[in-house]
């Protein structure tokens, strides 16, 4: 009874051909330009791959070793930020030197605390020009605090941007200070 049913019900025809059915053929689809043929608005831009490279952070200018986080700890200056905790003190060489941890303590699980570190690592980095006014180069340790991870780099840079500005003045200050002081010796 049921193959009575389909072979009543279902059709066997094909249907006819659409008007415009898509063959493959040797010169390919003439109606749409392909990518290089785009129109030159309408192009991708080729990244400046060396305008890139000058904003990246060499590896010369990370802190890795344990002793220089605690070093930087014991003996540097804390400042607390809505976003990070900064240590910083005075570092050797001409390169502001920067390590930065997230703790699982303090924001959880991994991928949390990837993303914290990576936020905080483009807020150094993005902050070059604030960083080239201090006129001393310091050892940096950078911790990120929860709210992080509810941030958008945006809120994090300006936080770190305002602590550079701060330490610059403050070391400017220090500067002409000692500078008063030895014209009056």
């Keep these: 009874m049921e193959s009575n049913h389909a072979a009543?019900?279902?059709?066997?025809?094909?249907p006819p051909p659409r008007e415009k059915a898509r063959l493959?053929?040797?010169?390919?689809d003439q109606e749409w330009p392909r990518r290089d043929q785009a129109p030159p608005g309408?192009?991708?831009?080729?990244?400046?791959?060396?305008?890139?490279?000058?904003?990246?952070?060499p590896k010369e200018a990370r802190l890795r070793k344990r002793a220089?986080?605690?070093r930087v700890y014991e003996n540097g200056k804390r400042i607390d930020g809505r976003f990070m905790t900064?240590?910083?003190l005075p570092g050797e060489g001409d390169l502001h030197h920067v390590?930065?941890?997230?703790?699982?303590?303090?924001?959880?699980?991994?991928h949390d605390r990837n993303r914290a570190k990576r936020l905080l690592r483009e807020t150094f980095r993005l902050s070059k020009a604030e960083l080239n006014e201090i006129?001393?180069?310091?050892?940096?340790v950078l911790n990120a605090k929860r709210c992080i991870l509810k941030a958008k780099l945006?809120?994090?840079?300006?936080d770190f941007k305002k602590i550079a500005v701060k330490i610059g003045r403050s070391e400017l200050l220090l500067a002409t200070d000692n500078t008063e002081k030895h014209r009056d010796e």
């Design 68 to 70: 220089d986080f605690l």
């Design 24 to 28: 493959p053929r040797a010169n390919g």
């Design 8 to 14: 009543k019900n279902i059709s066997t025809k094909q």
């Design 42 to 57: 309408k192009r991708t831009q080729a990244i400046n791959c060396s305008a890139l490279l000058e904003f990246s952070l």
């Design 99 to 110: 390590g930065i941890t997230a703790t699982k303590k303090a924001i959880g699980k991994a």
């Design 154 to 158: 945006a809120e994090p840079l300006e």
């Design 86 to 88: 900064v240590f910083i």
């Design 135 to 140: 006129p001393i180069k310091f050892d940096w």
